[in-house]
Nanobody
């Protein structure tokens, strides 16, 4: 069973930065995609960024230039550095892993994954 633990969230002022971390365990495939997604109250889940088994990265158009996703392949750790945070970035951030990025992105959008998430609150 795949298990993810997210951390690093907090409360910051607009314009600030945060780095989120995630550890994934229990995945049986040697190569898989990892991704960050978020959900704010009253809004749909949104995939923030994903990185596949070869290191190819996909970032949501609305967040390009403000987020950096990185992955430690040996430890199955995933980080998300977020800069120039905006009020609209407030939400709970989750990470997920699956066989390919298309599967992760589709599954995250549909709510197929579960995790405790880490809360990010941006204030003015």
């Amino acid at each position: 069973q795949v298990h993810s633990v997210e951390s690093g969230g907090g409360s910051v002022q607009a314009g600030g930065s945060l780095t989120l971390s995630c550890v994934v365990s229990g995945y049986k495939y040697s190569s898989f995609c990892m991704a960050w997604y978020r959900q704010a109250p009253g809004k749909k889940r949104e995939v923030v960024a994903a990185i596949d088994g070869e290191g190819e990265i996909t970032v949501a158009d609305s967040l390009k230039g403000r987020v950096t996703i990185a992955r430690d392949f040996a430890q199955n750790n995933l980080t998300l550095q977020m800069n120039s945070l905006e009020l609209g970035d407030t939400g709970t951030y989750y990470c997920a892993a699956d066989v390919g990025c298309f599967t992760v992105i589709d599954g995250a959008t549909k709510g197929d994954y579960w995790g405790q998430g880490t809360q990010v609150t941006v204030s003015s």
